[in-house]
Every structure is written in C-alpha cells, then in structure tokens.
Nanobody, 124 residues
C-alpha cells in the first residue's frame, strides 16, 4: 500500500484546511486509516482515525470538535478537515494505513503503512 498526503500549507489561526491522503495498492480502500502529526521537537502523536468502512472514527482530545476525518472509498482517499486551526496545530501531518478490514485505533504501532508528511503551519 502506498500513501500520499497533501494539502498542507501556511494559514492563520482560525482558518480551515483540508488534508488528503490518496492510497493505492492492495485493497487500499478496505483498511482503517489514521492521521498523525509531529510538531518540531516533539514526538509524533495521534490525531484522528477512521475504520475501514467509514463507520467509526476516533479523535485526539486536542482536536475533537475542530477536526473531522472522512473517507471516499471509491476514490481511495481519506480526508482530514481541520477547522478553527490554532498555532499549536502546527506540525507535519502523516497518514497511515492498517491491515485489511480494520477498526480505527490511536496506536501508531497498529499501522503498517505510512505516507510522507505534509506540513501545516498555523500563524497567530
């Protein structure tokens, strides 16, 4: 499975941004997907995840109510809609994929495939 994340950029606090993660490869649309982020000088952390069929999702407490993860299985793409962005959301965002027919999970170790990051910078 290959993953390509894009959509990052420089925005101001309060703005919105949508990240996309295009998946390709073996049964790419039948796997749970997650978004993680790594801020400068910090460890990578969980942001959001969605189950293989889109039926359930999980969010980090820091983004609940502001971020929404959703997927279009026909397009093999998962999105992260980010609203009310804050400077503390500044990070490199990574998408990741789990095994077939998997549920959403926040554990990085559960993800087998990772895409390259896309950088999000939120200015105050």
């Amino acid at each position: 499975v290959q993953l390509q994340a894009f959509g990052g950029g420089l925005v101001q606090a309060g703005d919105s941004l949508r990240l996309s993660c295009a998946a390709s490869g073996r049964s790419a649309s039948d796997r749970a997907m997650g978004w993680f982020r790594q801020a400068p000088g910090k460890e990578r952390e969980f942001v959001a995840a969605i189950s293989w069929n889109g039926g359930s999702a999980e969010y980090a407490d820091s983004v609940k109510g502001r971020f929404t993860i959703f997927r279009d299985r026909a397009k093999n793409t998962v999105y992260l809609q980010m609203n009310s962005l804050k400077p503390e959301d500044t990070a490199v965002y990574y998408c990741a994929s789990r095994k077939l027919y998997s549920s959403a999970t926040s554990s990085q170790g559960d993800y087998s495939y990772w895409g390259q990051g896309t950088e999000v910078t939120v200015s105050s």
